[in-house]
Protein backbone atom coordinates (compact mmCIF):
# COMPACT_ATOMS: atom_id res chain seq x y z
CA UNK A 1 0.00 0.00 0.00
CA UNK A 2 0.88 3.90 -0.17
CA UNK A 3 1.22 5.73 3.11
CA UNK A 4 -0.29 9.13 2.74
CA UNK A 5 1.59 12.04 4.27
CA UNK A 6 -1.79 13.33 5.40
CA UNK A 7 -1.50 11.59 8.96
CA UNK A 8 2.62 12.66 9.01
CA UNK A 9 1.47 16.42 8.20
CA UNK A 10 -0.93 16.49 11.78
CA UNK A 11 2.48 15.79 13.12
CA UNK A 12 4.69 18.71 11.68
CA UNK A 13 4.79 20.74 14.97
CA UNK A 14 5.87 17.63 16.85
CA UNK A 15 8.31 16.88 14.44
CA UNK A 16 10.37 20.35 14.93
CA UNK A 17 10.15 20.04 18.23
CA UNK A 18 12.13 16.81 17.87
CA UNK A 19 14.01 17.53 14.99
CA UNK A 20 15.13 20.66 17.64
CA UNK A 21 16.06 18.46 19.92
CA UNK A 22 18.08 16.68 17.59
CA UNK A 23 20.41 19.42 16.13
CA UNK A 24 22.06 19.21 20.00
CA UNK A 25 23.34 15.97 19.36
CA UNK A 26 24.00 16.72 15.33
CA UNK A 27 27.49 17.80 14.31
CA UNK A 28 27.50 21.90 14.36
CA UNK A 29 29.58 21.72 11.11
CA UNK A 30 26.33 19.60 9.73
CA UNK A 31 23.85 22.08 11.01
CA UNK A 32 25.23 25.32 10.12
CA UNK A 33 24.52 24.03 6.35
CA UNK A 34 21.14 23.91 6.82
CA UNK A 35 21.28 27.69 6.62
CA UNK A 36 23.27 28.21 4.17
CA UNK A 37 22.00 29.05 0.18
CA UNK A 38 22.82 25.90 -1.63
CA UNK A 39 22.44 26.60 -5.91
CA UNK A 40 19.57 23.87 -6.69
CA UNK A 41 20.68 22.63 -9.98
CA UNK A 42 17.95 23.60 -11.88
CA UNK A 43 15.14 21.48 -9.60
CA UNK A 44 17.33 18.73 -9.52
CA UNK A 45 18.10 16.87 -6.17
CA UNK A 46 21.20 17.39 -4.35
CA UNK A 47 22.73 14.34 -2.63
CA UNK A 48 24.24 15.21 0.69
CA UNK A 49 27.62 14.67 -0.97
CA UNK A 50 26.87 17.32 -3.07
CA UNK A 51 25.72 19.78 -0.35
CA UNK A 52 28.93 18.74 1.47
CA UNK A 53 30.65 19.76 -1.52
CA UNK A 54 28.64 23.06 -1.66
CA UNK A 55 29.26 23.98 1.88
CA UNK A 56 33.01 23.81 1.88
CA UNK A 57 33.23 20.45 3.27
CA UNK A 58 32.40 22.60 6.61
CA UNK A 59 31.43 18.93 8.72
CA UNK A 60 34.52 17.49 8.10
CA UNK A 61 37.06 20.38 8.40
CA UNK A 62 39.95 19.32 10.48
CA UNK A 63 39.16 16.17 10.85
CA UNK A 64 40.31 12.79 9.94
CA UNK A 65 37.83 10.71 7.62
CA UNK A 66 37.25 7.70 7.13
CA UNK A 67 34.23 6.88 4.63
CA UNK A 68 31.78 4.00 3.60
CA UNK A 69 31.28 3.38 -0.22
CA UNK A 70 31.46 1.47 -3.05
CA UNK A 71 30.67 2.35 -6.61
CA UNK A 72 26.81 3.73 -5.44
CA UNK A 73 28.76 6.54 -3.97
CA UNK A 74 28.59 9.53 -6.29
CA UNK A 75 27.53 12.97 -6.92
CA UNK A 76 24.92 13.93 -9.09
CA UNK A 77 27.74 14.42 -12.03
CA UNK A 78 28.06 10.61 -11.42
CA UNK A 79 32.58 11.56 -9.93
CA UNK A 80 32.91 9.00 -7.07
CA UNK A 81 32.59 10.41 -3.45
CA UNK A 82 36.30 9.26 -2.67
CA UNK A 83 37.93 10.87 -5.39
CA UNK A 84 35.27 14.16 -4.34
CA UNK A 85 36.70 13.95 -0.95
CA UNK A 86 40.67 12.50 -1.90
CA UNK A 87 40.63 15.86 -3.59
CA UNK A 88 39.21 18.19 -1.47
CA UNK A 89 41.85 20.05 0.42
CA UNK A 90 39.96 21.26 3.43
CA UNK A 91 39.64 17.00 3.53
CA UNK A 92 41.66 14.40 5.24
CA UNK A 93 40.39 11.19 4.03
CA UNK A 94 42.34 8.42 5.45
CA UNK A 95 40.67 5.46 5.15
CA UNK A 96 38.03 3.38 3.73
CA UNK A 97 35.00 0.36 4.62
CA UNK A 98 33.13 -1.33 2.60
CA UNK A 99 29.67 -3.29 2.54
CA UNK A 100 28.39 -6.23 0.77
CA UNK A 101 28.94 -6.55 -2.92
CA UNK A 102 32.49 -4.92 -2.76
CA UNK A 103 34.17 -1.74 -3.47
CA UNK A 104 32.88 -2.28 -7.03
CA UNK A 105 29.61 -4.17 -6.33
CA UNK A 106 30.31 -7.30 -8.18
CA UNK A 107 30.66 -9.79 -5.44
CA UNK A 108 27.87 -12.03 -5.07
CA UNK A 109 25.21 -11.78 -3.00
CA UNK A 110 26.11 -13.42 0.28
CA UNK A 111 30.17 -13.71 -0.82
CA UNK A 112 32.67 -12.38 1.68
CA UNK A 113 34.36 -8.98 0.39
CA UNK A 114 37.55 -8.91 0.99
CA UNK A 115 39.97 -6.33 2.35
CA UNK A 116 41.80 -4.27 -0.54
CA UNK A 117 43.56 -1.70 -1.93
CA UNK A 118 41.95 1.05 -3.70
CA UNK A 119 43.07 1.87 -6.93
CA UNK A 120 41.49 5.37 -6.68
CA UNK A 121 42.62 6.67 -3.56
CA UNK A 122 45.30 4.27 -2.86
CA UNK A 123 43.55 4.14 0.33
CA UNK A 124 42.96 0.52 2.25
CA UNK A 125 39.13 -0.31 1.89
CA UNK A 126 38.67 -2.50 4.92
CA UNK A 127 35.44 -5.19 4.59
CA UNK A 128 32.28 -4.74 6.65
CA UNK A 129 31.10 -8.22 5.00
CA UNK A 130 34.09 -10.62 5.74
CA UNK A 131 34.90 -11.32 9.11
CA UNK A 132 33.83 -8.07 10.14
CA UNK A 133 30.77 -6.58 9.55
CA UNK A 134 31.07 -3.92 12.36
CA UNK A 135 33.84 -1.58 12.56
CA UNK A 136 36.51 -3.11 15.12
CA UNK A 137 38.07 0.00 17.80
CA UNK A 138 41.50 -0.67 15.77
CA UNK A 139 39.68 -0.13 12.48
CA UNK A 140 38.89 3.35 13.99
CA UNK A 141 42.02 4.14 14.98
CA UNK A 142 43.55 7.21 13.88
CA UNK A 143 39.92 8.73 12.77
CA UNK A 144 37.80 11.42 13.91
CA UNK A 145 35.05 10.80 12.03
CA UNK A 146 33.06 8.32 9.94
CA UNK A 147 31.16 8.89 6.64
CA UNK A 148 28.48 6.96 5.14
CA UNK A 149 27.87 7.35 1.67
CA UNK A 150 25.36 4.26 0.02
CA UNK A 151 22.44 4.43 -1.60
CA UNK A 152 19.54 2.19 -0.56
CA UNK A 153 17.10 0.54 -2.35
CA UNK A 154 14.04 1.31 0.38
CA UNK A 155 13.79 -2.37 1.68
CA UNK A 156 14.79 -3.77 5.23
CA UNK A 157 16.62 -7.11 3.94
CA UNK A 158 19.09 -4.74 1.84
CA UNK A 159 22.34 -5.09 4.10
CA UNK A 160 23.32 -1.13 3.23
CA UNK A 161 21.03 0.19 6.43
CA UNK A 162 22.52 -3.15 8.23
CA UNK A 163 26.17 -2.03 7.66
CA UNK A 164 25.11 1.68 8.72
CA UNK A 165 23.40 0.83 11.73
CA UNK A 166 26.20 -1.48 13.17
CA UNK A 167 29.05 1.09 11.94
CA UNK A 168 27.11 3.85 13.95
CA UNK A 169 27.02 1.89 17.12
CA UNK A 170 30.63 1.22 16.48
CA UNK A 171 31.34 5.15 16.51
CA UNK A 172 29.43 5.34 19.67
CA UNK A 173 31.50 2.63 21.53
CA UNK A 174 34.69 4.81 20.31
CA UNK A 175 33.59 8.02 20.80
CA UNK A 176 33.59 8.91 16.85
CA UNK A 177 31.45 11.06 14.52
CA UNK A 178 29.28 9.37 12.52
CA UNK A 179 28.02 11.12 9.61
CA UNK A 180 25.43 10.25 6.86
CA UNK A 181 25.18 12.11 3.16
CA UNK A 182 21.97 11.36 2.73
CA UNK A 183 20.79 10.38 -0.88
CA UNK A 184 16.85 9.48 -2.28
CA UNK A 185 14.50 5.72 -1.61
CA UNK A 186 14.33 4.97 -4.76
CA UNK A 187 11.01 4.02 -3.67
CA UNK A 188 10.15 7.35 -2.65
CA UNK A 189 9.28 8.19 0.67
CA UNK A 190 5.46 7.32 1.15
CA UNK A 191 5.51 3.62 0.25
CA UNK A 192 5.08 1.84 3.57
CA UNK A 193 4.43 -1.98 3.06
CA UNK A 194 5.26 -5.54 4.61
CA UNK A 195 5.45 -7.19 8.33
CA UNK A 196 7.31 -5.70 10.71
CA UNK A 197 10.07 -7.43 13.00
CA UNK A 198 9.84 -10.09 15.34
CA UNK A 199 12.76 -9.68 17.61
CA UNK A 200 13.58 -13.51 17.07
CA UNK A 201 14.79 -13.26 13.77
CA UNK A 202 16.40 -9.51 14.04
CA UNK A 203 19.44 -10.37 11.73
CA UNK A 204 22.32 -8.35 9.41
CA UNK A 205 19.10 -8.49 6.73
CA UNK A 206 16.59 -7.37 9.32
CA UNK A 207 18.64 -5.07 11.52
CA UNK A 208 16.28 -2.62 12.91
CA UNK A 209 12.71 -2.89 13.68
CA UNK A 210 11.04 -1.23 10.66
CA UNK A 211 8.59 -2.68 7.99
CA UNK A 212 9.35 -4.48 5.15
CA UNK A 213 9.15 -1.90 3.07
CA UNK A 214 9.87 1.50 5.05
CA UNK A 215 9.52 4.54 2.74
CA UNK A 216 12.60 6.09 4.37
CA UNK A 217 16.60 7.35 3.48
CA UNK A 218 19.46 6.74 5.14
CA UNK A 219 19.66 9.67 7.19
CA UNK A 220 15.97 9.92 8.32
CA UNK A 221 16.86 6.20 9.40
CA UNK A 222 19.79 6.82 11.56
CA UNK A 223 18.27 9.45 13.20
CA UNK A 224 15.36 7.10 13.96
CA UNK A 225 17.57 4.61 14.97
CA UNK A 226 19.64 6.90 17.60
CA UNK A 227 17.01 8.51 18.99
CA UNK A 228 14.61 5.38 19.64
CA UNK A 229 17.34 2.91 21.16
CA UNK A 230 17.99 0.88 18.56
CA UNK A 231 21.67 0.64 19.27
CA UNK A 232 23.64 -0.05 22.83
CA UNK A 233 24.58 3.79 22.78
CA UNK A 234 23.66 7.18 21.66
CA UNK A 235 26.05 8.60 18.38
CA UNK A 236 27.39 11.88 17.53
CA UNK A 237 25.53 11.82 15.16
CA UNK A 238 25.31 14.17 12.26
CA UNK A 239 23.03 14.09 8.42
CA UNK A 240 24.22 15.97 5.63
CA UNK A 241 20.52 16.75 4.21
CA UNK A 242 19.55 16.46 0.21
CA UNK A 243 18.08 19.49 -1.51
CA UNK A 244 15.13 19.28 -3.73
CA UNK A 245 14.12 15.77 -2.68
CA UNK A 246 10.40 15.05 -1.57
CA UNK A 247 8.82 12.08 -0.72
CA UNK A 248 7.29 11.62 -3.80
CA UNK A 249 10.03 11.32 -5.76
CA UNK A 250 11.21 8.14 -6.86
CA UNK A 251 14.10 7.04 -8.61
CA UNK A 252 12.94 6.43 -12.29
CA UNK A 253 11.97 9.75 -12.50
CA UNK A 254 15.27 11.07 -11.36
CA UNK A 255 17.43 13.40 -13.42
CA UNK A 256 20.57 12.08 -11.29
CA UNK A 257 22.92 9.28 -12.61
CA UNK A 258 21.86 5.43 -11.51
CA UNK A 259 24.77 3.35 -10.96
CA UNK A 260 23.99 -0.72 -9.74
CA UNK A 261 23.91 -1.33 -6.16
CA UNK A 262 24.76 -4.74 -7.02
CA UNK A 263 24.85 -7.31 -9.62
CA UNK A 264 20.55 -7.96 -9.36
CA UNK A 265 20.05 -4.20 -8.90
CA UNK A 266 21.22 -2.77 -12.21
CA UNK A 267 18.53 -0.56 -12.73
CA UNK A 268 16.62 2.62 -11.50
CA UNK A 269 13.27 0.95 -11.19
CA UNK A 270 15.24 -2.34 -9.76
CA UNK A 271 14.02 -1.67 -6.64
CA UNK A 272 10.43 -2.22 -7.59
CA UNK A 273 10.77 -5.33 -8.40
CA UNK A 274 12.82 -6.66 -5.43
CA UNK A 275 10.01 -5.39 -3.55
CA UNK A 276 7.65 -7.30 -5.26
CA UNK A 277 9.78 -10.73 -5.58
CA UNK A 278 12.73 -10.61 -3.16
CA UNK A 279 11.11 -12.81 -0.61
CA UNK A 280 9.79 -15.26 -3.33
CA UNK A 281 13.42 -15.65 -4.80
CA UNK A 282 14.93 -17.22 -1.44
CA UNK A 283 12.15 -20.18 -1.53
CA UNK A 284 13.40 -23.25 -3.63
CA UNK A 285 12.63 -24.28 -7.30
CA UNK A 286 11.26 -21.16 -8.53
CA UNK A 287 12.38 -18.31 -10.92
CA UNK A 288 12.42 -14.72 -10.51
CA UNK A 289 14.81 -14.19 -13.27
CA UNK A 290 18.09 -13.63 -11.69
CA UNK A 291 20.81 -14.80 -14.66
CA UNK A 292 18.88 -11.90 -16.90
CA UNK A 293 19.36 -8.78 -17.09
CA UNK A 294 16.01 -7.98 -15.56
CA UNK A 295 16.72 -10.03 -12.50
CA UNK A 296 13.20 -9.67 -10.11
CA UNK A 297 10.92 -9.42 -12.98
CA UNK A 298 9.49 -12.87 -13.45
CA UNK A 299 7.77 -15.62 -11.39
CA UNK A 300 7.71 -18.57 -12.01
CA UNK A 301 8.27 -22.36 -11.54
CA UNK A 302 7.95 -26.17 -12.93
CA UNK A 303 5.21 -27.57 -14.14
CA UNK A 304 2.37 -24.66 -13.96
CA UNK A 305 -0.05 -23.25 -16.54
CA UNK A 306 1.04 -19.90 -17.29
CA UNK A 307 -1.87 -18.53 -18.36
CA UNK A 308 -4.11 -19.88 -15.37
CA UNK A 309 -1.18 -18.10 -13.00
CA UNK A 310 -1.46 -14.47 -15.03
CA UNK A 311 -5.46 -14.65 -14.82
CA UNK A 312 -5.16 -15.31 -11.01
CA UNK A 313 -2.82 -12.59 -10.43
CA UNK A 314 -4.82 -10.18 -12.82
CA UNK A 315 -8.27 -11.04 -10.96
CA UNK A 316 -6.56 -10.01 -7.18
CA UNK A 317 -5.92 -6.55 -8.99
CA UNK A 318 -2.68 -4.67 -8.64
CA UNK A 319 -3.44 -1.60 -10.48
CA UNK A 320 0.39 -0.06 -12.46
CA UNK A 321 1.44 -3.66 -12.38
CA UNK A 322 0.72 -5.57 -15.74
CA UNK A 323 1.99 -9.47 -15.80
CA UNK A 324 2.78 -11.22 -19.54
CA UNK A 325 3.22 -15.01 -19.81
CA UNK A 326 6.67 -16.35 -19.79
CA UNK A 327 8.69 -19.31 -20.54
CA UNK A 328 12.55 -19.16 -19.78
CA UNK A 329 14.84 -19.97 -21.98
CA UNK A 330 17.62 -20.09 -19.29
CA UNK A 331 15.99 -22.35 -17.00
CA UNK A 332 13.91 -25.16 -19.30
CA UNK A 333 10.48 -26.26 -18.16
CA UNK A 334 10.30 -23.23 -16.00
CA UNK A 335 7.12 -20.85 -17.41
CA UNK A 336 5.45 -17.98 -15.17
CA UNK A 337 4.52 -14.23 -15.23
CA UNK A 338 7.03 -11.41 -16.08
CA UNK A 339 5.75 -8.31 -14.69
CA UNK A 340 5.80 -4.67 -15.35
CA UNK A 341 5.49 -2.20 -12.76
CA UNK A 342 5.13 1.54 -12.88
CA UNK A 343 6.99 3.18 -10.67
CA UNK A 344 3.34 5.27 -9.19
CA UNK A 345 1.51 2.42 -8.56
CA UNK A 346 -0.91 2.26 -5.44
CA UNK A 347 -0.51 -1.47 -5.33
CA UNK A 348 1.68 -2.68 -2.37
CA UNK A 349 4.15 -4.95 -4.13
CA UNK A 350 4.88 -6.35 -0.73
CA UNK A 351 1.29 -8.16 -1.02
CA UNK A 352 2.18 -8.87 -4.83
CA UNK A 353 4.92 -10.58 -3.45
CA UNK A 354 3.07 -12.86 -0.72
CA UNK A 355 0.15 -13.56 -3.80
CA UNK A 356 3.51 -14.88 -6.23
CA UNK A 357 4.29 -16.56 -3.77
CA UNK A 358 1.16 -18.12 -2.90
CA UNK A 359 -0.16 -19.05 -6.52
CA UNK A 360 3.18 -20.97 -7.36
CA UNK A 361 3.15 -22.81 -4.04
CA UNK A 362 0.10 -24.20 -4.47
CA UNK A 363 0.06 -24.86 -8.17
CA UNK A 364 3.14 -26.50 -7.37
CA UNK A 365 1.80 -28.46 -4.48
CA UNK A 366 4.04 -27.11 -1.99
CA UNK A 367 7.29 -27.72 -3.49
CA UNK A 368 9.06 -24.00 -2.87
CA UNK A 369 8.82 -24.57 0.52
CA UNK A 370 8.95 -28.26 0.93
CA UNK A 371 12.36 -28.48 -1.27
CA UNK A 372 14.08 -26.05 0.82
CA UNK A 373 16.53 -26.66 2.70
CA UNK A 374 16.78 -25.50 6.75
CA UNK A 375 18.76 -23.02 5.77
CA UNK A 376 17.18 -21.63 3.26
CA UNK A 377 14.28 -21.45 5.19
CA UNK A 378 16.06 -19.59 8.00
CA UNK A 379 17.34 -17.03 5.96
CA UNK A 380 13.63 -16.77 4.29
CA UNK A 381 12.29 -15.71 7.97
CA UNK A 382 15.15 -13.56 9.07
CA UNK A 383 14.25 -11.56 5.11
CA UNK A 384 10.74 -11.99 6.29
CA UNK A 385 11.45 -11.04 10.17
CA UNK A 386 8.76 -13.91 10.61
CA UNK A 387 8.33 -17.19 10.70
CA UNK A 388 4.35 -16.45 10.39
CA UNK A 389 4.29 -15.55 6.57
CA UNK A 390 5.66 -18.93 5.72
CA UNK A 391 3.18 -20.88 7.64
CA UNK A 392 0.52 -18.95 7.03
CA UNK A 393 1.72 -19.39 3.29
CA UNK A 394 1.64 -23.04 3.30
CA UNK A 395 -1.67 -23.21 5.37
CA UNK A 396 -3.29 -21.75 2.72
CA UNK A 397 -4.24 -18.14 4.25
CA UNK A 398 -5.26 -16.14 1.69
CA UNK A 399 -2.88 -13.48 0.41
CA UNK A 400 -5.08 -10.88 0.93
CA UNK A 401 -5.58 -12.13 4.61
CA UNK A 402 -1.71 -12.05 5.10
CA UNK A 403 -1.54 -8.42 3.88
CA UNK A 404 -4.66 -7.21 6.10
CA UNK A 405 -2.46 -8.50 9.27
CA UNK A 406 0.78 -6.46 8.93
CA UNK A 407 -1.53 -2.98 8.44
CA UNK A 408 -2.00 -2.38 11.98
CA UNK A 409 1.55 -2.41 12.01
CA UNK A 410 2.41 -0.25 8.71
CA UNK A 411 0.25 2.29 10.08
CA UNK A 412 1.58 2.47 14.03
CA UNK A 413 4.96 2.58 11.90
CA UNK A 414 3.81 5.59 9.95
CA UNK A 415 2.93 7.28 12.89
CA UNK A 416 5.89 7.27 14.67
CA UNK A 417 8.51 7.92 12.40
CA UNK A 418 6.91 11.00 11.49
CA UNK A 419 8.61 13.13 14.23
CA UNK A 420 11.83 11.96 12.26
CA UNK A 421 11.66 12.92 8.58
CA UNK A 422 13.82 15.67 7.31
CA UNK A 423 11.57 16.19 4.07
CA UNK A 424 8.58 16.82 3.28
Request: proline share 5%; glycine share 10%; with cysteine.
Amino acid sequence: MIAGLGEENKEKVARRAVLAALAGSMLSSCRSSASLTVPNGGGAPMLGIDVLEATGFSALAGKRVALITNQTSVNRRGRMTREVLARASQVNLVKLFTPEHGLDGRVRAGVKVQTEKDSVTGLTAFSLYGQYRKPTSWMLQGIDVLVFDLQDIGCRSYTYISTMIRAMEACAESNKEFVVLDRPNPLGGNRIEGPGLVRRWQSFVSEIPVPYVHGMTAGELAIMTNESGWIKRKARLGVVKMRNWTRSMTSPGLRLPWVATSPNIPNRDSPFYYAATGMLGGLANVDIGIGTNRPFEYAGAEGIDARSFRAALDRRGFPGVRFSEYSSSRKPGFVGVRMRIDANTPADLTYLDVALMSEINRRTNGRPFATASKSQMDLFHKVAGTDRLARDIRRGVDPATIAAGWRSGVESFRRSRGRFLLYA
